[in-house]
């Protein structure tokens, strides 16, 4: 082949290249304000109403974990239980624990002052390290915890974020009062969450949205 042709062919295919259009990435399909989500557990069906207008990002986030079947196999593996207060206190907790196969990247923080959506009994809130670092775990509360709530007027900074509540148990609080009587280990579990451990963690069947 001619060099000179090679040569001069550069800066056309360059001008081709810059002039193609770039691809249009097709925005989410929106959601309904409330999204329901039936989580058919090994103890019975737990049903979820998600406020995807008032906390969007946690709602879509959990609704992919969903719709990409990433939460079939799951387990709730903890329940935290308070010994204070009008009982049954505490939550129950399950999710992906870190699995790279079930895993999506992690999200951005919605706190409850912005949401309005708090910690009260049977809501579902998003499990987390720092703000910012949530992506497959969540726990569903069997009491009112303002504790996890945002308290913008703290000096503590975990404190200020709280965590995110983005729905509520809609049907089935007594499969979750199950799960949170589920036998606990004694040995399962590291610091905090020594002592909270579900001795045999119960397997979510399959997580499917409602069709409204």
Do not use: C
């Not at 329940?79 to 204070?84: D, E, I």
């Not at 975990?158 to 609080?173: D, H, I, K, N, W």
Request: proline residues 8%.
């Amino acid at each position: 082949m001619n060099r000179r042709f090679v040569l001069a062919a550069v800066p056309l295919l360059l001008a081709l290249t810059a002039a193609a259009p770039a691809k249009k990435v097709a925005p989410p399909t929106p959601l309904p304000d409330l999204v329901k989500v039936v989580l058919t557990t090994e103890l019975g069906p737990i049903e979820l109403e998600l406020d995807a207008k008032r906390a969007p990002i946690a709602t879509r986030n959990f609704v992919r974990y969903v719709d990409q079947r990433r939460f079939d196999g799951i387990t709730f593996y903890r329940a935290m239980k308070l010994a204070w207060g009008e009982q049954p206190n505490g939550l129950i907790q399950a999710g992906t624990r870190g699995d790279p196969k079930r895993d999506l990247p992690p999200i951005a923080h919605e706190t409850t002052d912005q949401t309005g959506i708090l910690h009260k009994a049977g809501a579902i809130s998003m499990a987390r390290w720092a703000p910012g670092t949530a992506k497959g775990d969540f726990s569903i509360l069997l009491a009112d915890m303002p504790s996890l709530d945002a308290d913008p007027k703290s000096t503590d900074p975990e404190a200020r974020a709280g965590y995110t509540a983005f729905g509520r148990v809609s049907a089935g609080m007594e499969v979750v009062r199950q799960i949170f009587d589920a036998p606990i280990s004694s040995t399962l579990g590291e610091g905090a969450m020594k002592g909270q451990m579900i001795a045999k963690p119960v397997k979510v069947l399959t997580a499917r949205r409602v069709v409204q």
